[in-house]
């Protein structure tokens, strides 16, 4: 169980923070898997899942952690100070972006991270990207600005039907991420454009 130091915390939007990490020597993984946090909060051992948001793991990697002030881990995380180490196992996962040319990302919440190192991965590689944001403020802004500067396209919506109406998403790789109910309505409105699901990329951050 590795222990990994703490790099940099950013609060990057509503009730979300970037957290980047030292990837030890050995770590292999890209944007789209995801990795176990485990901490010991008030006696308590928690764990949670963290997708990577960062396009690649070279010396540091990054996670997005929506903070639901309900939850443990995620307040607890934010919390933390530079320098300071968490434990970390993985990477875990099958859906990953390696170089899987024009890419159509959906996100929804905490999902904006996987998208971002996605498109960000995606534009350095010359491929065409879309995400598409389930709401009008996602976290990221700045990323988001640079990657629309450098040629990627964004889509802010409530209205998942209506954005993939505009886009003829027959023509991208698909992938997913968000909690459940973002996840089921991105499923809705793409097998109503006719796309097969089995063909998506889809990664749901619970709960069950
Ligand atoms: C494969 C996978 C990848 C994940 N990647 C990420 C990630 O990159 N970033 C991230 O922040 N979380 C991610 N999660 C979710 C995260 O692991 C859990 O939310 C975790 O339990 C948070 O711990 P907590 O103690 O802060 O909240 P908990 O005490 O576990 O309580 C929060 C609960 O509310 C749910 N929840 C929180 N916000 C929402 C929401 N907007 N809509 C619906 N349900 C919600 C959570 O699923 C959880 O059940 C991922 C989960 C999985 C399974």
Redesign the pocket.
């Known amino acids: 169980m590795p222990e990994l130091r703490i790099t940099r915390l950013e609060d990057v939007g509503d009730q979300?923070a970037a957290i980047e990490v030292e990837a030890p020597t050995d770590f292999e993984a890209y944007p789209g898997q995801?990795v176990l946090?485990r901490a010991t909060?008030n006696g308590e051992e928690?764990?949670?899942?963290?997708?990577?948001?960062s396009p690649d793991v070279e010396e540091r990697f990054e996670?997005?952690?929506?903070?639901?002030p309900?939850?443990?881990?995620?307040?607890?995380?934010v919390e933390r100070a530079l320098g300071e180490t968490i434990t970390v196992e993985g990477p875990?996962?099958d859906i990953q972006y390696v170089d899987d040319g024009v890419a159509l990302v959906f996100a929804?919440?905490?999902?904006i991270?996987?998208a971002v190192g996605i498109a960000e991965r995606a534009r350095r590689l010359d491929h065409d990207v879309t995400i598409v944001y389930g709401g009008d403020q996602p976290p990221h802004g700045d990323r988001l600005d640079t990657l629309k500067e450098r040629g990627a396209t964004i889509v802010l919506s409530d209205d998942l039907e209506e954005a993939v109406d505009s886009i003829d998403p027959s023509a991208f790789e698909i992938y997913v991420?968000?909690?459940?109910?973002?996840v089921e309505e991105a499923r809705d409105a793409l097998s109503r454009a006719g796309i097969d699901l089995d063909t998506v990329e889809i990664?749901?951050?619970?709960?069950?």
């Open positions: 979300t995801f946090v909060i928690e764990t949670g899942y963290y997708t990577i948001s996670m997005t952690v929506a903070v639901d309900d939850g443990t881990l995620g307040p607890w995380l875990f996962g929804g919440g905490p999902g991270g996987p991420f968000g909690f459940q109910q973002f990664e749901s951050f619970g709960p069950e």
